[in-house]
């Protein structure tokens, strides 16, 4: 077995509107299809690929996928959500742009060793998001 790329992530959360802006005005993903599901939410393609899956939480959707209510359960660290998503991406200028346009904080990282210039910025929910940039293309 082999993991060849992240095939997509899922976030729950209760800032449905939130999550989506700043994943496609920030980040420049794109609302796509999505097939008919009982809960509210977004598939948000890079390309031709759905990698971001959002899950709007309410009362009405309030469970994992197990079926265990979410203020219920019991797994350590179950309600601090993803630590990070990694993506490999280009155009470190554009993006840092819309970064000091939006005022968010954010953090970057050279590791040369890599050829990685790397910025990180959280999302509305606290998801940290790692965007990774290949310097030797940044140029």
Same mark, same amino acid.
């Given at each position: 077995?082999?993991?060849?790329?992240?095939?997509?992530?899922?976030?729950?959360?209760?800032?449905?509107?939130?999550? =989506? /802006?700043?994943?496609?005005? +920030?980040?420049?993903?794109?609302? @796509?299809?999505?097939?008919? $599901?009982?809960?509210?939410?977004?598939?948000?393609?890079?390309?031709?690929?759905?990698?971001?899956?959002?899950?709007?939480?309410?009362?009405?959707?309030?469970?994992?996928?197990?079926?265990?209510?979410?203020?219920?359960?019991?797994?350590?660290?179950? =309600? /601090?959500?993803?630590?990070? +998503?990694?993506?490999?991406?280009? @155009?470190?200028?554009?993006? $840092?742009?819309?970064?000091?346009?939006?005022?968010?904080?954010?953090?970057?990282?050279?590791?040369?060793?890599?050829?990685?210039?790397?910025?990180?910025?959280?999302?509305?929910?606290?998801?940290?998001?790692?965007?990774?940039?290949?310097?030797?293309?940044?140029?």
């Amino acid at each position: 077995m082999a993991i060849e790329k992240i095939e997509h992530c899922a976030i729950r959360t209760t800032e449905l509107a939130a999550t =989506r /802006d700043f994943y496609t005005e +920030i980040l420049g993903l794109m609302v @796509g299809p999505r097939p008919e $599901l009982p809960v509210a939410g977004y598939w948000l393609y890079a390309g031709d690929q759905p990698i971001i899956h959002l899950i709007e939480v309410n009362e009405t959707y309030n469970h994992d996928l197990s079926g265990t209510l979410l203020e219920n359960q019991q797994t350590p660290g179950y =309600r /601090d959500g993803l630590d990070h +998503i990694a993506f490999r991406a280009t @155009g470190l200028t554009e993006l $840092l742009a819309r970064l000091r346009a939006a005022r968010l904080e954010f953090g970057e990282n050279i590791i040369a060793e890599m050829d990685f210039h790397q910025v990180f910025v959280a999302d509305p929910n606290g998801v940290m998001a790692e965007l990774n940039f290949l310097i030797s293309a940044e140029k």
